[in-house]
């Protein structure tokens, strides 16, 4: 049974660029959370999707946007990069069935803005 | 605001040695704790987690008490291994009632170094 699996491993852009970052949760998943890892920083909460809807949002600017597709996939997409969206973007997915549901995060994409 | 603050890196230890590594939380409403490990190259797994107060959790040889009068989840291990060299990270969730549902806030990370 594979966990979550994101693409792609690791992306270098350049800054004003867009990127498109995918992740597909494990099986049986309907939900799927974005998280962004600064270097030497502890992961924050982009958004959460379920049901094709975003249900949660953090404290990111609208350059951040996201989309989930019938199979429950996801993709996160950034708008107008900065160097300061330099990081590791963890996508994490779940069952939606009560706030204790466990996470299962996937290995991340590495995203460098030159 | 809802935030986790936990002791600074890194930690070195000695195998064989007692691990403690210090996590003390603010949150609004009743949140359910919880430490990750992310170990080189890899995603974060749960590592245990405590879903109200007095609650203990437990793997792995790993252990963390909930404490809401402290508002503390500090993270033991008896005797580490090399193998548990990682970065930790505590993090909270809010229960619904409070928002935020099933979204985790962490802290920075702290990362652990075991030498034999």
Redesign the interface.
Known sequence: DAG?TQSPTHLIKTRGQQVTLRCSPKSGHD?V?W?QQAL??????IF?YYEEEE??R?NFPDRFSGHQFPNYSSELNVNALLLGDSALY?C?S?YNRG?????F????TQLSVL | GNSVTQMEGPVTLSEEAFLTINCTYTATGYPSLFWYVQYPGEGLQLLLKATKADDKGSNKGFEATYRKETTSFHLEKGSVQVSDSAVYFCALSLTPFSGGYNKLIFGAGTRLAVHP
């Open positions: 979550v939900t959370s998280y030497g920083q502890g992961p924050q909460f959460q249900r949660q953090g963890l994490a779940s706030p204790y549901e466990k996470l995060f996937g290995s991340g």
